[in-house]
């Protein structure tokens, strides 16, 4: 099947890849007045049902541009040296092309090649089966006056909620399509060790813009979201030296110096106009507090692996296609 405009073509999607179990489908918004939908179908193959649910049509472009003034494009000299990291961070969309959130792809410990993405409680308004995430969306220049919207053609459709915590404000998702090789993601590194870190990155969609870069030369606290909090299962930045965050950034990865994730965005007060804090949950709380769990997930081999670097999809693949051959 192929969706496409006077402008764009999305496809080939087929049965064996893109067909999930309860057999429902999207994609993401394409340009034009107009949508055709064709179907290809094998002579002697049997005759196919498809029905058309729902058709969003946007009247106008929300997100390319509307994050405030002071952020930082990822292709901007500040970010050097993150090249690969922020190519784990990718944008949700609704069904319907709303951006909603942020996150990253996880590495495993045993580099098992698993989609796995990291993302807030609080982004999970309800089934996100159908839901889309977005990567690689990013402007190739980095002054603000001339940056250029990002393509918006890499990506995957159909999540799973393995795991959430709403005390560390974590959802853990699987993503059920297969991420073509051509994106060239990258499965972020962690650290689960609950201790502080010096200067620590944000990479994030923030007002569902191109991607951003966001950092502070501080040590983040040990904090609590709210009274009620068993512990204190926060990371709290007092103020962003670099860049910020807004709506859109929930659930984007806060990372250590090493470019591991140490949490992912729960909220707080930071804007370009108001230089305040920001509160993310601390990967060390998701890890093994509460009913629902990191660590059966990222460590499924009860390694006490709490400290993973990061890996190019692409080359997990590798690893484990070499395994099963041997």
Known sequence: MYVYTKERTLGAYTR????????????QPVEGDSLTLELFVPHGAPEPTIEISKIAHGYK??????????NINVVCPEAAGWENTRR?????????????????LINTANNSGRQLFLTANHCMGGSVASDIVMFN????????ANEQDGPTSDTVQGLELLASYTYSDFALLEIQEEIPASYNVFLGGY?????????????????GDIKKFTRAYKTVEAAKWSVNEPGFYHWEISSWDEGTTEPGSS????????????????????SCTNIAYDSYGALWASWDQ??????????????????????????ARKLNSKLHMQ
Do not use: W
Not at 137 to 144: A, D, F, K
Not at 251 to 265: C, F, K
């Open 61 to 70: 472009t929300l997100g390319f541009g509307d994050s405030g003034v002071c």
């Open 88 to 104: 784990g961070v990718g944008m949700l969309l609704t069904q319907f092309g709303s951006r909603y959130c942020s996150g990253s």
């Open 16 to 27: 064996h890849v893109n067909v999930k179990a309860h057999r429902r489908f999207a994609v």
């Open 191 to 207: 650290n689960a060790v609950n201790a502080t870190s010096t200067t620590v990155i944000g990479i994030h969609h923030p007002s």
């Open 251 to 270: 659930g984007s990865p806060l990372y250590d110096n090493n470019q591991r994730i140490i949490g992912q965005l729960h909220g707080g007060a930071a």
């Open 290 to 315: 509460g009913t629902e769990k990191l660590q059966p997930y990222l460590d499924p081999d009860n390694l006490g692996a709490r400290v993973v670097d990061g890996i190019f999809l692409n080359s």
């Open 137 to 144: 969306y990013e402007s190739p220049i980095c002054e603000r």
